[in-house]
Structures are given as structure tokens and as C-alpha cells.
């Protein structure tokens, strides 16, 4: 747990000073800031999935559209989107509206923080052998992320640090339990799905789309029970 404990304070800490920035920005210069740090998490929603593309075969294909077909039902029937969502505006209200964007910054935040290949491999390596350097490395690159979300959005990026302590702590702590079916090809297809859930974030920030990213949640861990099911089988 120690990689996701570093990685949770890492976000507080970017998050409280992105908040001191916050009244020295306009909101044409905050616009603008959005705008960029879209493009960057498209960026980055692309290099996951350029990442993994040449280790995926046409089973792993397959895998990925049903997963992202039942998680799609799975997430809407619960509607994951609408939780997290009310969430956000149930603190907004809590703080008479003076925290901002709560409810964006929170979402927004919490699913780019959780969604990534780092978050995924990282608590896996944690949990699994007890290697916390991908953890360490993501913290760093959060901790700068959240300066600049925190100085656009306010304190609702600062709340995402929970989501990341309780999403990342989960799988580090079943990662031993799931140690038979997390092979390489798992791994890799739960990447692919993250990758391209996060460019589906990016152009929800460009106001290009209104995917409801949280509802396809589940689909990043389908996988896992595919593989379960096969290695059952045979």
C-alpha cells in the first residue's frame, strides 16, 4: 500500500497548490489551460493504447469489445457516472458552492488519476512483488497534474485523492489473491481499455463529446473474469 499512500498525499499536496494559484488565473487563461491539459490526456489515452498495440492479437481484440460492451450495460445499470457525479455535488452544496467546479474537478480528476495504465500496473506490481517504483513515478506526475487541474477546477481535484487511495489500494490488495489469472495478455487488454477511456475523458474536456467515462469502468476489469473463466475451463 505504500506506492498508493505516496501517490493519494501526492495529489493532496499538488491539489493545495493549485488552489493557492487558482485566483491568479482569468478565466480566458483557465479556458485555455483546460483546453491544453485535454490534449495532453488525449496524448496520453493514445500512448497506452500505442503502447500495447503490437501485443495484441485478434482473441484479445474480442475480448476487448465484449468487455466494453458489458461493462457499458454493467455501468449503466448502475450508473456510476450519476454516483460519482451526485457525490461531487453533494460536497459542492456542503461547502455552499465557494469550492468551485467541485463535481467536475472530482470526476475528472478521479478518473484520470484511476484509469491509466499506471494506476493498473502499478498497484499490480505493489501488490503483487512488492515493487512500488511505477506507484512512485505515477505520484510524481499526479502531484504536477493536480497543480494545474486543482488552479482550473479547484478543490473537487483535491477529493480524487481518496478515489485513487481506495481504487489502487483494492487491487493492490486482490492482486495476490488474482495472481493465477493476471497474465501478460490481461494486463495488456485492461491497458488497451484504460487507453482509449481516457481519450474518451479528453474529449468530454474539449466538449467534443458526453461520454459517461465512469459507466465504462467495469469494462477495464472483465478481463480478469474472462481469463478466470478460461483457466477454469481447461
Do not use: R, W
Not at 27 to 43: H, I, S, T, Y
Not at 71 to 82: L, M, P, Q, T, W
Amino acid at each position: 500500500m505504500l506506492g498508493t499512500i505516496v501517490n493519494a498525499l501526492a495529489i493532496l499536496a499538488g491539489g493545495t497548490l493549485g488552489i493557492f494559484l487558482k485566483g491568479g488565473l482569468s478565466e480566458k487563461v483557465a479556458k485555455n489551460v483546460m483546453d491544453g491539459l485535454a490534449l495532453c490526456v488525449l496524448f496520453i489515452g493514445a500512448s497506452n493504447i500505442i503502447g500495447v498495440t503490437d501485443k495484441l492479437d485478434s482473441t484479445s481484440f474480442l475480448v476487448i469489445i465484449i468487455s466494453t460492451v458489458i461493462g457499458a450495460v454493467v455501468g449503466e445499470k448502475i450508473d456510476i457516472d450519476k454516483k460519482i457525479e451526485n457525490l461531487g455535488n453533494n460536497i459542492e452544496k456542503k461547502l455552499n458552492n465557494k469550492g468551485g467546479q467541485v463535481s467536475k474537478g472530482f470526476v475528472t480528476a478521479s478518473l484520470l488519476f484511476c484509469i491509466g495504465a499506471m494506476a493498473i500496473i502499478g498497484s499490480l506490481e505493489s501488490g503483487l512483488v512488492g515493487n512500488h517504483k511505477t506507484l512512485f513515478a505515477k505520484s510524481v506526475l499526479d502531484g504536477i497534474t493536480s497543480i494545474i487541474f486543482a488552479s482550473s477546477l479547484g478543490i473537487g481535484v483535491l477529493l480524487s485523492a481518496a478515489s485513487v487511495f481506495v481504487y489502487q489500494g483494492l487491487i493492490t490488495l486482490c492482486a495476490s489473491s488474482l495472481k493465477g489469472v493476471l497474465i501478460a495478455d490481461v494486463i495488456n487488454n485492461m491497458t488497451a481499455i484504460g487507453g482509449f477511456l481516457i481519450i474518451a475523458l479528453a474529449l468530454n474536456m474539449l466538449n467534443a463529446t458526453k461520454i459517461k467515462v465512469a459507466n465504462l469502468l467495469p469494462a477495464i476489469f472483465l478481463p480478469i473474469i474472462y481469463q478466470f473463466i478460461i483457466t477454469i475451463i481447461n
